[in-house]
């Protein structure tokens, strides 16, 4: 698959440790007992430098309350989750054994698990979980294709879903919580278990999770970050270890440490309003997507840091491993526009507005590439950059003819923010098309991805781009380059950190 997923070059310079014996070893046997003595204290410190995570202390680490994203973010390694998702989205089982789906309903078998405490983990504790991530504006977006959950006994689960969905599992990655307790934040069984030294909050490994599994991480302290904008100044400086950001305000920082690019499932898109009389011509649609060079807009506008896509879906998924991406066709633009008979004066005239949020300077500088591709195609278009909360005004009302949006898809790729009528995505967009409906018959499994994806693009309701990325910090003095990180677990591969 063609696509543009490019590192700063800051991530690819390592520092690497040296050896104490810079000479042969065997020919330095004059060495005191104190430059040993000293060499061995070196040895320890190393291996006992715990690694530091960054969270709020004004804030909760009760994954149901936590308003942070820093602190829920510790909650992947205190709870176990139903399944988790890979780097690819595709779904893996944690404390789940097994599952059947028959029509809406999902059955879900539970392993054997307790808690740190030692009580055991059972479906009615995994029910009171999911009525909390039901709640929470942290969860309840990936769970609203989900009516209800019962328990059957101890270890059955009963999910019944609002529509047929084959991808529903990968919803399943709500934290499972001790209830009833009162010790807050609750007990989980994740790999790790919260102890408070020097009145610091610590992770430690967890005695009873339910592998026996060896990680490097032994100690995991959290330190109090007052202000999350400097999360990325404080791995620089070695006050900690590893952090993330989204980027959402498209604004990068340059600091002393390692910066690795962060998959993420942002689609970045182009909304074309369908009740516009030259824009509901679907091939006046497609017509725009082949004016775009999306790797263009990648590399000059999110410098390199996007997956770029002609689909609705994130490149990086299970399912799209295979799919390559269509360049820019200006000749088979043309062409579209002569079969509609939009052509010359006709386009000059029919002004198009496009509209940005002019507080992101990526978004900013992407439309301006936008408009210059689409006034070379023939089209005349003006660029109306407004300020986030004129932006979202503008959007609601239907007050565009383009718009550069973005939106943050579930982890089963569900585009029900794009087709619903109460999605936060939907403007502009025919929600009763047919690729709103041919998109219920292959998340139920109906139809294939291809058949898919060919109805998608004759019909092409809005113009998938490119999907960006967030950056993952690591402090440089980390003893080995650690596996990319990605958006949907960030704090997967910490256990195995190391110094």
């Known amino acids: 698959m063609k696509r543009i997923f490019l590192l700063f070059a800051a991530a690819l310079f390592f520092l690497t440790a040296c050896s104490g014996n810079s000479g042969g070893g065997q020919t330095e046997e004059t060495s005191t007992a104190a430059g040993q003595e000293v060499t061995k204290a070196q040895e320890q410190t190393t291996q006992e430098k715990p690694i530091r995570l960054p969270y709020s202390s004004s804030d909760s680490l009760h994954p149901y309350k936590a308003a942070l994203a820093m602190n829920r973010q510790v909650a992947s390694l205190l709870y176990d ?34 808690f740190s405490d030692g009580t055991a983990l059972d479906a009615k504790q995994v029910v009171q979980s999911y009525e909390l991530a039901k709640k929470s504006a942290a969860y309840k977006e990936r769970l609203n294709n989900f009516a209800s959950c019962t ?17 529903a599992t990968a919803c399943l990655d709500f934290p499972i919580i001790l209830s009833g307790g009162k010790q807050d934040p609750p007990l989980g069984s994740g790999l790790y278990v919260l102890k408070e030294e020097q009145g610091a909050p610590v992770l430690t490994p967890n005695p009873r999770w339910r592998e026996n599994t060896e990680y490097s991480a032994k100690r995991l302290i959290l330190t109090n ?32 440490a390692r910066a690795v690019q962060l998959p993420m499932n942002n689609l970045v898109y182009l909304a074309c309003n369908n009740s516009k009389k030259l824009l509901s011509e679907p091939k006046i649609r497609q017509a725009i997507s082949l004016m775009l060079d999306r790797e263009d807009l990648a590399l000059g506008a999110f410098q390199g840091n996007a997956h770029i896509t002609d689909t609705p879906f994130n490149p990086d998924w299970y399912l799209m491993e295979d799919k390559s991406v269509a360049g820019q066709k200006r000749d088979a633009a043309q062409k579209l ?16 507005t496009l509209l940005v949020n002019k507080e992101n300077p990526q978004k900013l500088e992407c439309a301006r590439r936008i408009m210059n591709a689409l006034q070379v195609g023939g089209l005349r278009v003006t660029l109306k950059s407004l300020s986030l909360t004129e932006y979202q005004a503008a959007a609601k009302s239907g007050s565009f003819d383009l718009m550069l949006a973005e939106v943050r898809l579930t982890n089963n790729m569900a585009l ?7 999605g936060g995505a939907h403007y502009g967009i025919n929600a009763a098309g047919r690729s709103a409906q041919a998109y219920g018959e292959f998340r139920r499994g109906a139809i ?8 998608f693009a004759a019909e092409m309701p809005f113009v998938p781009l490119l999907y960006r990325g967030g950056l993952s910090y690591y402090d440089r003095a980390l003893s080995e380059e650690p596996p990319a990180a990605y958006d949907a677990d960030v704090y997967a591969f910490v256990p195995d950190f190391k110094y």
């Open 448 to 455: 294939s991805i291809d058949e898919y994806l060919e109805v």
């Open 151 to 167: 328990a059957q006994g101890e270890d059955t689960l009963v999910f019944t879903l609002v529509q047929g969905d084959q991808f």
């Open 416 to 422: 029900s923010a794009l087709f619903s009528e109460g």
């Open 225 to 256: 970050i007052t202000d999350p904008d400097t999360i990325a100044e404080g791995v620089g400086i070695g006050s900690i270890s590893y952090a993330m950001t989204d980027l959402a305000d498209g604004k990068t920082k340059s600091v002393s």
């Open 81 to 114: 989750r139903l399944y988790s998702v890979d780097a690819q989205y595709k779904p893996q089982n944690e404390l789940a054994d097994s599952e059947t789906l028959s029509g809406l309903k999902l059955t879900v078998k539970l392993g054997k698990a307790v």
């Open 337 to 352: 526009l002569e079969e509609t008979g939009a052509t010359g004066k006709q386009l000059q005239q029919s002004a198009l």
